[in-house]
């Protein structure tokens, strides 16, 4: 399995914008997909959005599409998640995870390895 390190929480306001890093030791990304996820208080856990790793494939969570990107560094081994134009809403822990996968995955019992959680605060 792949060990997960993600980085680039905080506190913004609204209207304001995060990066997010999802950095993989233990194994090379090639040939898994990465997908981020977040968890508010009393919510389960919900798909952001995901990134086919070897074909560079992408795919959003309505609420986020068109604010949020998920874009990579190879020679890091690392994944990000721009996000801009946050809201409130987007308040949440958010976890990067992985599977030994080419396709995109949106459920997350399908991951089988997550990051530790980054806080990310929005106010409004």
């Known amino acids: 399995q792949v060990q997960l390190v993600e980085s680039g929480g905080g506190l913004v306001q609204a209207g304001g914008s995060l990066r997010l890093s999802c950095a993989a030791s233990?194994?090379?990304?090639?040939?898994?997909?990465v997908g981020w996820f977040r968890q508010a208080p009393g919510k389960e856990r919900e798909f952001v959005g995901a990134m086919s790793w070897s074909g560079g494939r992408t795919y959003y969570a309505d609420s986020v599409n068109g604010r949020f990107t998920i874009s990579r560094e190879t020679a890091k081994n690392t994944v990000y998640l721009q996000m801009n134009s946050l809201k409130p809403e987007d308040t949440a822990v958010y976890y990067c995870?992985?599977?030994?996968?080419?396709?995109?995955?949106?459920?997350?019992?399908?991951?089988?390895?997550w990051g530790q959680g980054t806080q990310v605060t929005v106010s409004s």
């Open positions: 233990g194994r090379t990304f090639s040939s898994y997909v």
């Open positions: 995870a992985a599977k030994g996968w080419d396709y995109i995955l949106i459920s997350p019992l399908e991951y089988d390895s």
